[in-house]
Structure formats: structure tokens, C-alpha cells
DNA sequence: CTATTATTAGAACGAACGTTCGAACTATGG
DNA sequence: CCATAGTTCGAACGTTCGTTCTAATAATAG
């Protein structure tokens, strides 16, 4: 009898399964791959970039790969994974430290717009691959994504309750993360202001264009055909 | 000697170039093929989408396919050049019919939102396969592309001018795109607003947002780490 | 040293890819 | 009814895809 079933599935990576008291090689093997997965899912796209490219461009064999991870989804999940929790966690530990509502909202805009800047690629990844995973992986990531927008709606009924202004949260919201996550479409970090000054003249145009009504409206002319 | 040469790169399907006087059989079936194409490519990705794909969607055979267009990036290049040579097209059209500076920036922006909203597929397709095309292609596509950004950038600078207002152009326009490019990841045609108040109340917060300085910051605290 | 486990890679799998070829079919006009 | 051009398709091309098998190598513990 052979000293270990043929049938075997997988060789289970090891520490599948736990807290990290310490990290391993392991981990920072993995670190290192999803790193350059990450460069090239953003230059070719998820669907366009091949488990080839992948080897090449880590400097591991294909088959070496997957010792790491068990298919190409999960490694586009894992990124995807990791990059979500931070920007949360780290929106999280900054609102800690504001009250005022208009104050808090820039927070939420800088959050977004540093860290966007900061790991470009890997946001583009994020924002653009957004409904290629699928089943489990797909509702995992869309449940952050929930939570992600659910907070900053909240901050806009809080500033709105504050001001006594009246709109809708939904578009306000969905225009501000238009605005900031379309960034990955035209930043050049040699000609574009830095992230502070591009998340206050972000957050300026949104909270002035939240606020009051104006009277930037023409009159009812014969436009409309 | 053979009746024609066997070098012959393609059968260069008919009419490969006219001034179409009259619309043949040859162009509405194309029409219809690029309907469907625009569909699976929004459903499942450019990359994502196969011929057999298309084949199976606009019921003809994967063979057949190849008489009405050379490649699949072909495919992909005449759905992005008619949709948006239409838009800028119309939006010319209707710019012809206005005069003040702030309508003429709602003008633009209710075009954008309203094609955005008849044509949701083709536009998806448009912005969300940017880069994806090559070479000639590409750069034609791009040319389109940043001629729709100059019109947008000239609009903006008339207000500019006539209010006596001082910001970035380039992060008002980039940022106005970023709002309404991004509908097509959440728009939910049953719930949510049609194009006509889509597009009032994106231009109300764009609008009144590049306008005043505002009162909306904050004392300068300890926020800055 | 030896035994054991962790890690890597060569070669190959079947499936799916974009594209092409030649033969068929259909329509039209003489 | 034949000739010609327009249109369609089954079958196959060579390539690349994601993944797996198996064995070899490196690291580590006893």
C-alpha cells in the first residue's frame, strides 16, 4: 500500500488554516507573488493576463505557483481580499479621531484617494475587475463592498441631518466613489497633484456641490426639444 | 495557373469601402452582429467573451461570423468608433442650441447621461475595454476620446471665465467623467432615477460644487499626523 | 549523517482559444 | 436553366489556456 492516498487532492499548503502568531516563509513567499500578480492583472487585466505571465513575471515555474494557491481566481480573490480590509481598516482607525461631519467626510475622501495613490495598481485591480469572481469569492468581496458604501452613507446623513440639507444620499454617494475610483483612468503621478491636495480638491467640489441648492440653474428657455 | 492567386490574404467582403448610399443587406446584418457582440462583450469582458460566444448569440456560425469583420478586435474597434462618434455627434448637435456657459455644461452632461442610460451595453463596452485595443486602432479610438475631453475642457473654461473662478480644469472635467462614467457599475434601471434627473442633480453637485470656495473646511486641527 | 518535511520545476493533460479553408448553399439577372 | 456573386457553415488548423502529476531539490530536525 502506497504510504500516502494517490487520491489526495491537494496537499493542503501547509498552514491553511490559522492566526498568524508568527509569519512564515509561507506568507512572505505569497506577499511576494501576489505582488507581482497584482502588477500584471492591472497592466493586462484579470481574463487577459495568463498563469504564464505569472511565472514569468514572479520567477517561479507555473507549476511552483500553485503550491501558493489553488487556482487563479482565488489568487485575484486573495488580492482583492487584502486590498478591500485594509482601506476599511484603516478608514475605521482615522474616523476614530473626527467628529464634526463635514470634517469626517473629507476623512473618508482622503482615506480613500491616499491609499488609492499609494497602491494604484492594485486599487485598479480592485475597481475594474469588480464582478469577475465568482459564487463565494464574488459575495465575499461584495460584502466589504457593502459595508464600504454603507459607511460613507452614513456620514452623508449625518452631515445632511447636521446641515438640514436635503438630497440624495444614494447618487451623492455613488458620484463621490465615481470620482475618486475613476482616478485609475487618468492619474500621472509626474504631472498630478499629490494625494492630499487631490482629495481636498475632491472633497471640495463634492461637499460645495452637496450643499445648497444655488442658483447655477438658467431659466426654463427653449432647450428642451 | 489558378483563377486567383492562392496568396490572397481575405475575399475583402464586398463593399469594404463606400460612402453607403444605400444601407445593403450586408450592412444591417453587420448592425445586428454588432448588437449582439455588444451585449456578451459587456456581460462577459472583451477577454472574456469568445467567439463561440458571439457565434452562439447571434446565431450564426463561428465561420460565418468572419465574413462581416476581420478580427475580434475589429469587432470590439466598431462598436467602440460608433458609439462614440455618435455621442460626440449629437452632443454637437445640441451644443449648436445654446449659449450661456452653465447650460452649456448641463447640456453636456445630460447628453452624456442620457446616451449613457439609451445605451448602456455599448457604453460599458466603451469605458470599461479602454485600453484593450492596439496599435491603429487604439490610437483612433483615443484620438475621439480626447477630442470629447477637449470639448468638455473648453465648456468648462467659458464658465470659468464669465464667473471669475479659480480651480483645476483638468481635475473638474477628469472628476465630472468619473461620476457619470461610473453609473454603468450601479445603475439599476428600475430604481433608480431616469436620464433627465440623473443628469440635474449630477450637474447640480458638479456645478455648484466648482463654484463658490465655500465655507465647508474645517478649522486646521490635529488631524495631519 | 539520516529521515522528514517543505518547496520547486519539467512535462504533459484535455479543453478552449482565434482564425482559416473549401465546399456548399442561396439569391439574382440574363 | 445556367452563370455569377453573395452568404453560410462544418471541420480543422496551430496555439495557448488553467491545471495536475511526478519526481527532484532545498531546508530542517533528530
Redesign the interface.
Known sequence: MASFSPATPQVLPRRAREMAPTETRFDRRLAKILAHATNVFCEK?Y??ASMRDLSRSSGMSLAGLYYYFESKEKLLYLIQKHTFTTIVERLRERLD??E?P??RI??FILNHVEYFLANQKAMKVLS?E?D?LKNGYGSEIAGIKREYYRICMELLEDFKRVRGLQ??G???V??L???????Y??YNPRA??NAKD?SR??G???????????K???KR?A?AN
Chains 1, 2 share one sequence.
Open positions: 487585466g481574463e487577459g479621531q473626527v464634526d463635514a470634517e473629507r476623512v475594474h469588480d469577475v438630497f440624495s444614494r447618487i451623492a455613488l458620484s466613489f465615481g470620482m475618486m475610483n475613476w482616478i483612468t487618468w498630478d497633484a487631490l480638491q475632491m471640495d467640489i463634492f461637499l460645495q456641490g452637496i450643499c445648497a441648492p444655488g447655477t440653474r438658467k428657455s432647450l
